[in-house]
């Protein structure tokens, strides 16, 4: 039988595909979203779907609702975005996660934390296992994120500890895929938005720093499994794709599949920016049967498919092009 399923975050890029696939399989899904980096666009073909209902809301602020499950994915996730209102990022992270635990603990419902590989920051340990406590800056520019995952998280297991509540944490690493925001700032929006539009490929630092990358459909694919998962499975779980790639490798791989006439330039590498970053998904594979199966090249020629639509359609063009990296502007 349906759920009533609770998305916050419901409207940016990976909310918006978590709330199709929940819809597809018979749910009623509530998305709900403050439009901070996601788009209307990315939900609008849903809103006439009786499954399908759409509040415009802040997690920062409570909220009730009557709901079987809730997957909390409400907080920008690009570096650019995350940094533009660093204060915003960690109350969304802390208070956002309050809030709904809260929600979960009224209704004593399942409740999917997406946290992030950024727990385990700068790492020491390669591949990263779920039992590395990591390495992070908790003063940077990049701690509003970490930090606030990490307290995130810990929130989480504290609540499954003192009010047995079921809790499932995810740490997700860095997936790529359609409804990316254009002006999202990450590395293959970026890539693939200046090789359409033969700018300079910005490479920061020398391109050495490594990062794997997992494709939308198969994160998606592993978040409800984990939802799905016995109330013994409580994770953290990382999902994502072992598959490392130098961010150089990514930048010749997009020249090559869009044929563009654009050059690599070198940019200074941001503050703290991690040198290495691969998930060891064992857990994955054993609690929850799951490991990615589209390879990069695949992934990113989709990819690829749905940003080129996004140019020739205008919505994001200015007389300089689409500028990789701007402010949040799904307001
Ligand atoms: P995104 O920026 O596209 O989506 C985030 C969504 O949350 C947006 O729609 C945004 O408007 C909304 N949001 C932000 N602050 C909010 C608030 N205070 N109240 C309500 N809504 C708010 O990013 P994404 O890539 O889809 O990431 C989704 C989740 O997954 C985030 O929690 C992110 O930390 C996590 N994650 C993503 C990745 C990745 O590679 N995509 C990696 C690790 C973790
Ligand atoms: N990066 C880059 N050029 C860009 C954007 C990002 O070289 O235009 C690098 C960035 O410095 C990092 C990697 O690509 O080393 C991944 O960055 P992203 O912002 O996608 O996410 P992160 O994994 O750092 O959170």
Redesign the pocket.
Known sequence: MGKTILV??G?????SHLCQKLVESGHDVIC???????RKKNVRHLLGHKGFELIR????IPIYLEVNEIYN??????PV?YQHDPI?TTK?SVH?AINMLGLAKRLRVPILQ?????VYGDPLVHPQTEDYWGHVNPIGPRSCYDEG?RCAETLFMDYHRQLNLVIKIIR????YGPN??PNDGRVVSNFIIQALQNMDITIYGNGEQTRSFCYVDDLIQGIIRMMNSPASVTGPINLGNPHEFKIVELAELILKLTNSSSKIIFKPLPEDDPKRRRPNIELARKELDWSPTTDLEAGVLKTIEYFDEELSTGGFSGADGVKPGGSPT?L
């Open positions: 916050t975050g409207g940016g890029f990976l909310g709900l979203d403050n439009f901070f980096t996601g809301h802040d997690v920062t994915l409400a907080c920008p996730a690009s975005h915003q969304t956002g997406a946290s992030t590989s950024e995952k997700i690493f860095n997936t990316m925001h799904g």
